[in-house]
């Protein structure tokens, strides 16, 4: 994946995540954060320090544009950094996906799925425990989790497909 390609991806994302998708809540509970798909569709031969500073970038894009002063930075660079961790979960060998980014066509349907869900997880395991400073009800912070982390998934999963086909 060139550069130049996940750059302009990346805008595009940061770019409908502040227009659309921080306007699209469910409930008042559930968020999605697609923007994710960014740091999970990094090759995984990218440098740990190479994906930490995307992430660190694409969440602090998120948070200049959303008014949510590090909470974005802080769980994407954490997310970026656990990255490799989470892919080598569900796949143990990388050396046939050199440059290429995990998606449903290289990884297959139930391993994407396992390693998007993990990932989508996780980020919204970091976010919510962040902003639970500010107001703690563990009762909302865990609905807010599981309500946005299927929602995040079910996009993510779409937004894939997408992205997928244009590689073809």
Known sequence: MPVISFILKALVLILAQVVIFNNLVLLNVAVPFVFIY?????????????????????????????DTPGVNALACTVLAFARKPIFHLYVQRDEDLTGLPP??????????????????????????????????????????????????????????????????
Not at 43 to 66: H, R
Not at 140 to 168: E, G, N, P, W
Request: proline letters at 2%; glycine letters at 4%; aromatic letters at 14%.
């Open 38 to 66: 960014i740091i999970m569709a990094m090759p995984v031969t990218w440098s740990t320090n190479a994906s930490v500073a995307a992430g660190f970038l694409t969440g602090l894009a998120i948070d200049i544009c959303s």
């Open 103 to 168: 998606s449903v066509r290289t990884l297959g349907v139930p391993v994407f799925m396992k390693y998007a869900l993990t990932m989508t997880l996780a980020y919204c395991i970091m976010v919510f425990t962040i902003d639970a400073f500010a107001i703690f009800s563990f009762l909302r912070m865990v609905s807010q989790i599981v309500c946005s982390t299927a929602f995040t998934f079910v996009i993510i999963y779409a937004l894939d497909a997408i992205f997928s086909s244009k590689r073809k």
